[in-house]
């Protein structure tokens, strides 16, 4: 059963998920970590009343979870939580750009009680534009730290497993190509 979409939560300008999900309907076909034809920056969908399911029902973790205060909102820490998988107890968190918001003890604090909760927590990092993006398990690279309530070493592993990203992952070209019948 989904969750409930908290109330006085919005987009609030962002368009991230007009940009870094790969869509692929009868009628839209964006690939990955490209900028939807539809989507005015910084306001949203052009096209929003006939705009693809698979948009409509898309809504990031920061519509579902009270805990988040705004600093989690995806214009303000460069995080845009995955709610896809919340049912299977796995939190996904694509990492939109590294912004000051990954090093803060408010960061650490809940992905330390994810891990500490048995809750899968993975860092997604977007490719280049047209490229699929890439993911990372945290938990057991954070037992250690969370176990010892270690906020420095979380930073380091949170820093050096966004770099091991960038610097070796062979990033995969998305396929698909950029096409809409939508108006």
């Given at each position: ?25 009868e ?47 995806p ?6 939580i ?19 918001f ?39 690279l954070?037992?250690e ?28 070209k ?10």
């Open positions: 059963m989904p969750l409930p979409v908290i109330e006085d939560r919005g987009c609030e300008g962002c368009t991230a998920c007009c940009e870094f999900p790969p869509i692929r309907t009628k839209l076909q964006k690939p990955a970590n490209t900028l939807c034809p539809h989507c005015a920056e910084a306001s949203g969908c052009t096209v929003y009343e006939v705009r693809p399911d698979v948009c409509r029902g898309f809504y990031c973790g920061w519509f579902f979870l009270p805990e988040l205060t705004s600093d989690w909102h214009v303000r820490s460069g995080v845009v995955r709610s896809e998988h919340f049912e299977e107890d796995v939190v996904t968190l694509l990492i939109l750009e590294l912004s000051a990954l090093v803060s003890e408010e960061f650490a604090g809940m992905i330390g009680a994810w891990v500490e909760q048995g809750v899968g927590v993975e860092f997604e990092r977007v490719g280049p534009p047209g490229h699929l993006p890439a993911k990372m398990r945290m938990n057991e954070l037992a730290a969370v176990a010892a309530r270690d906020l420095r070493e979380m930073q380091k592993v949170f820093a050096w497993s966004l770099a091991h990203i960038e610097r070796s992952h062979d990033w995969e998305d396929e698909t190509l950029l096409a809409s019948t939508l108006s």
